[in-house]
């Protein structure tokens, strides 16, 4: 809730912009350090907070598919996808998790 809550602020200290890299690079730390529910609340916020942003939902069903959620994973991958319609990457992922 802080985290929510004051996020243009810790990128301010930070010294880093306040945009859809910010948690996203936060949420990869976790992620590679196998703490899938921090990583996974972070996505989900930075998903809420820059919803028209692809990288978003992209990162966010990356967590999912890395936490074994393939639901969740194939449901953000096509989100992403409907905002960028032309990534043939999306695709061929979606693919995979419709297999």
């Given at each position: 809730?802080?985290v ?9 200290q ?11 690079y ?8 196998n ?21 978003t939902y ?13 639901m969740?994973a ?24 419709e297999?």
């Amino acid at each position: 809730d802080y985290v929510k809550q004051h996020v243009e602020d810790l990128a301010m200290q930070a010294k880093l912009p306040y945009d859809d890299r910010f948690l996203n690079y936060f949420g990869y730390q976790f992620l590679r350090g196998n703490k899938m529910e921090i990583a996974l609340d972070l996505f989900k916020m930075n998903v809420s907070l820059f919803h028209k942003v692809v990288n978003t939902y992209d990162s966010l069903a990356e967590a999912y598919l890395k936490s074994g959620d393939k639901m969740n994973a194939l449901k953000y991958y096509k989100l992403a996808l409907e905002l960028s319609p032309n990534d043939d990457q999306l695709k061929e992922k979606i693919l995979d998790l419709e297999k």
